[in-house]
């Protein structure tokens, strides 16, 4: 596993548990926003950090009855060649277990749920489908993104989905389209985007400050009549 960082301690990544974070360095996507560039681009001037398996093992090993469990996140961990080894061991453990996904891999969490893997996923979701590449950074697989929404719709496990919303790349009406893609849900989440001083792409500031922020709570009242659970982040 490649990993380029460590969270000792979280009580928001993993709802309802303390937990530690661990990051997964690598992407299959290149969301112009995001504010890891560290973790998707690992030769971006930022830099990173970075933490062994066994160092993170130690780390756990230290923490048992302490923590309830370890939040995989990224970059995107289901491009890891060992990501299901790697959480049979924190399993093993016997701490629970949350993978974050863009879900470009529904082969990945297929497998992760028949083989009792993890125990809450939440998958990013980009924008409507019409203008998923263009948030993405890439030309996106969209059969394998629905695909592994249909996955996690129908697995037993607790899930959310989540979209991060960035002024002038969603509008409001693009979430009438996700909510009847997404429909039946058990949870979606509206995350308002910062920029926090990292993002992959520094010339869209430029474009971001000219467009009005979406009104999530407008969109919140909206959508939640498609979803179990709707929360602004």
């Known amino acids: 596993m490649k990993l380029g960082g460590l969270q000792k301690l ?18 299959s996507f290149r969301c112009p926003f995001c504010h890891n560039p560290e973790l998707v681009l690992p030769d971006w001037s930022g830099g990173t950090g970075s933490v062994s398996e066994k160092e993170f093992f130690d780390f756990l090993k230290s923490r048992k009855n302490k923590l309830e469990g370890v939040c995989i996140t990224g970059g995107e961990p289901t491009i890891q060649k060992n990501l299901l080894e790697f959480m049979g ?52 697989d969209l059969e394998r993104i629905k695909l592994s929404v249909k996955l996690i719709q129908n697995s037993r496990i607790n899930y959310e989905f989540r979209t991060t919303v960035v002024p002038g790349f969603h509008e409001e009406n693009d979430f009438d389209k996700i909510a ?54």
């Not at 979280?10 to 992407?27: E, H, N, Q, R």
């Not at 082969?107 to 948030?135: C, G, H, W």
């Open 180 to 233: 009847q893609w997404l429909k039946g849900s058990k949870k979606y989440a509206l995350q308002k985007f910062r920029d926090e001083g990292k993002l992959l792409d520094g010339s869209i500031r430029k474009d971001i400050d000219k467009h009005q922020e979406v009104d999530l709570e407008k969109v919140k009242k909206k959508v939640e009549k498609y979803f179990g659970e709707v929360e602004v982040r």
């Open 10 to 27: 979280t009580l928001i990544d993993y709802p309802g548990k303390i937990a530690a974070t661990v990051f997964t360095v690598g992407c």
């Open 89 to 140: 061991k924190i399993k093993e453990l016997n701490f629970a277990v949350k993978l974050d996904s863009n879900g470009t891999r529904p082969d990945v969490l297929r497998e992760a749920f028949e083989k009792k893997l993890v125990d809450f996923v939440s998958m990013d979701i980009k924008n409507a489908p019409e203008k998923y590449s263009q948030t993405a950074g890439v030309e996106a």
